[in-house]
């Protein structure tokens, strides 16, 4: 079993608990469900830099990353330092984050945020949105067709920008639809755990123009940003070249300070 496989399972049970102890209608009230969103997509294409920088506590790849920071610090620092949107990990058993550290970098920042999440149920969208989220992820390798177009359609209805990511053409072509609007290409290989820039660039050709590109993980000098331009690549998602520093804020500050 590969590590999705692993995740996904354990999330359909913690997804079944969850709608147990909090009904929809619950999360539908909340205040922040009326707000209204920004959208990381049109920053990403008026924007230099076009980084996307996330919050990443630890990952099956490189277990502890950085466990003393607070939210609030890491999310203000992004946003002095001028970045596109932040992503913030909600997952608790594989990457110490939670939905309580959305609303805390939502209370924080005026960033566009992108729920990092593993989507596999239209109850986790509802708890995006109540949580303060702009932008949902959805993960082709877990979902099928019918998934991803009912789920991004969803979401699109709660006026939820939608990133949906890829690693692979087989995961491409089953995925292109009017809903989505990023298309990510994920350069860690989920077997491997290796990261390689070449998945961005040999996919890039055939993602449609009507979407912005992203190009996600292992991206951690800004050589890599101006390899992945010339192959359209609008956003670029980075975790623990930022994170692993004691200041995650200050170091988004310096690399965009050298890309620009
Ligand atoms: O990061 C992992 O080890 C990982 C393992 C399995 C599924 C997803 C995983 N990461 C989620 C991400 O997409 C990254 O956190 C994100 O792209 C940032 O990557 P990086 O800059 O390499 O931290």
């Given at each position: 079993?590969?590590?999705?496989?692993?995740?996904?399972?354990?999330?359909?049970?913690?997804?079944?608990?969850?709608?147990?102890?909090?009904?929809?209608?619950?999360?539908?009230?909340?205040?922040?469900?009326?707000?209204?969103?920004?959208?990381?997509?049109?920053?990403?294409?008026?924007?230099?830099?076009?980084i996307i920088a996330e919050h990443k506590r630890?990952s099956?790849?490189?277990?502890?990353i950085n466990?003393?920071?607070?939210?609030?610090?890491v999310a203000?620092?992004y946003?002095?330092?001028?970045v596109?949107g932040m992503s913030v990990l909600?997952?608790?058993?594989?990457f110490?984050g939670?939905?309580?550290d959305?609303?805390?970098a939502?209370?924080?920042?005026?960033?566009?945020l992108l729920?990092k999440?593993?989507?596999?149920?239209?109850?986790?969208?509802?708890?995006?949105?109540?949580?303060?989220?702009?932008?949902?992820l959805?993960?082709?390798?877990?979902?099928?067709?019918?998934?991803?177009?009912?789920?991004?359609?969803?979401?699109?209805?709660?006026?939820?920008?939608?990133?949906?990511?890829?690693?692979?053409?087989?995961?491409?072509?089953?995925?292109?639809?009017?809903?989505?609007?990023?298309?990510?290409?994920?350069?860690?290989?989920?077997?491997?755990?290796?990261?390689?820039?070449?998945?961005?660039?040999?996919?890039?050709?055939?993602?449609?123009?009507?979407?912005?590109?992203?190009?996600e993980s292992?991206i951690?000098?800004?050589?890599?940003?101006?390899?992945?331009?010339?192959?359209?690549?609008?956003?670029f998602l980075i975790g623990e070249n930022f994170m692993?520093?004691?200041?995650p804020?200050?170091?988004a500050?310096?690399?965009?300070?050298?890309?620009?």
């Open positions: 079993m590969n590590i999705l496989d692993k995740i996904t399972l354990d999330k359909r049970n913690e997804v079944t608990l969850r709608k147990s102890l909090i009904p929809t209608s619950q999360l539908e009230q909340s205040v922040l469900f009326e707000r209204q969103t920004i959208s990381l997509v049109n920053n990403l294409r008026h924007s230099k830099s076009g630890r099956p790849s490189k277990s502890v466990n003393g920071l607070n939210v609030q610090d203000k620092g946003e002095d330092a001028g596109c909600t997952d608790g058993k594989y110490g939670s939905l309580d959305l609303l805390t939502r209370a924080s920042c005026n960033l566009p729920r999440e593993f989507i596999i149920d239209e109850y986790q969208i509802l708890e995006a949105k109540a949580h303060g989220a702009d932008v949902i959805l993960i082709a390798a877990i979902l099928s067709r019918d998934e991803i177009k009912l789920f991004s359609e969803f979401a699109k209805g709660l006026n939820l920008d939608v990133l949906l990511e890829v690693h692979n053409e087989e995961e491409l072509y089953k995925s292109v639809m009017p809903s989505l609007d990023m298309l990510g290409v994920n350069n860690r290989n989920l077997k491997t755990f290796e990261v390689s820039l070449e998945t961005s660039k040999s996919l890039s050709s055939i993602i449609p123009d009507d979407f912005v590109k992203v190009s292992g951690s000098n800004i050589e890599a940003i101006k390899e992945l331009r010339p192959y359209g690549y609008q956003g692993k520093t004691d200041n804020g200050e170091s500050t310096e690399f965009i300070k050298s890309l620009l």
